[in-house]
């Protein structure tokens, strides 16, 4: 059976930092947690898809995950992302993951050989890792980056397994979050995978989400879990409509370029990206501090 685990509130899916040589920096990731950790976060998703985990060789995820592991305090949850095109390796990793510390593994879809990603493939690889992996496994639905979406029906299946314990949903679909909530025994916990629709799925039933957002906005997001749990829905919903185009500026408009030059604004270390992604110029990070002073995570 799975261990209990709570997924209610905000988490990150942390920025892996690079000096200017391009290695992985691990003082700075430790400094980062460091700081992290006196906000109202739950916990920390590490070498998600804002890791940059797609350009780390493996011999670097693991020394970032134990780094982690010795930074991030018994109060918080250590959750690493595991997820890699073959079923093999990414048990593998999900194990070294568990050995290093991480209490949980999020594990992208594989998608390489999307037309054979069926239903039956996807039930299969979470099936089988979620058999053998010593920590709950928590699905990662990202269909802008995979291609790939993950439907209730698969969804659904893979929610009555024992040790999977939760989804990160990425799509924005919070009709099919809906299904899912409905549908999945109670225990099984939906996250929302974007701040941008934090708001509309805690309504339909979210515990919280793993949003790129909450790395330079953790109170905001915080507030708005917050007020929906105290039934402050105007409160809630000021917050949620102020932070869109903050939200937009370090996803879908910049990426992680983006989230690294809002890291650097509000003075934490974001540094620069590994190629081929490209750093942001001089007034693309304008751009990015401007937004983020009128979502009022930055003072002016």
């Known amino acids: 059976m799975a261990k209990e685990i709570s997924l209610k509130g905000c988490i990150p899916p942390i920025p892996t930092p690079f000096d200017s040589r391009g290695r992985v920096d691990h003082e700075r990731l430790a400094q980062n947690l460091e700081k992290w950790q006196n906000a109202p976060l739950i916990g920390f998703a590490v070498l998600g898809s804002n890791g940059e985990a797609v350009l780390l060789k493996a011999e670097e995820k693991l020394k970032v995950w134990e780094t982690a592991g010795k930074a991030i305090d018994g109060d918080h949850l250590f959750i690493a992302g595991t997820g890699c095109e073959s079923t093999p390796e990414t048990l593998e990793l999900s194990e070294e993951a568990a050995r290093l510390g991480a209490h949980a593994v999020l594990i992208v879809t594989p998608h390489y050989y999307r037309s054979k990603m069926d239903h039956h ?94 790395s330079v906005a953790p109170h905001q997001l915080a507030g708005i879990v917050s007020g929906f749990d105290q039934g402050s829905l105007d409160k809630a919903r000021e917050m949620q409509l102020r932070l869109i185009s903050a939200n937009a500026a370090v996803t879908t408009k910049f990426g992680i370029p983006g989230l690294k030059a809002a890291l650097d604004c509000i003075g934490m270390y974001g540094g620069p990206v590994r190629g081929p992604l490209v750093d942001l110029n001089e007034q693309q990070r304008e751009e990015v501090r401007a937004t983020m002073i009128k979502a009022g995570i930055l003072k002016n």
Do not use: C
């Not at 924005?172 to 909530?181: A, D, P, W």
């Open 121 to 214: 493939s996807l039930v299969n690889h979470y099936s089988h890792i979620a058999d053998r992996s010593p920590v709950p496994v928590i699905l990662y639905n990202m269909p802008a980056s995979t291609g790939i979406d993950l439907s209730a029906e698969t969804i659904l299946e893979l929610a009555g397994h024992p040790n999977i314990i939760g989804l990160k949903e990425s799509s924005g679909n919070v009709v099919k979050m809906g299904q899912v909530v409905e549908g999945a025994d109670d225990n099984f916990q939906v996250l929302a995978g974007s701040g941008s629709f934090l708001l509309p799925a805690l309504s339909i039933g979210a515990r919280g989400g793993v949003m790129a957002l909450a």
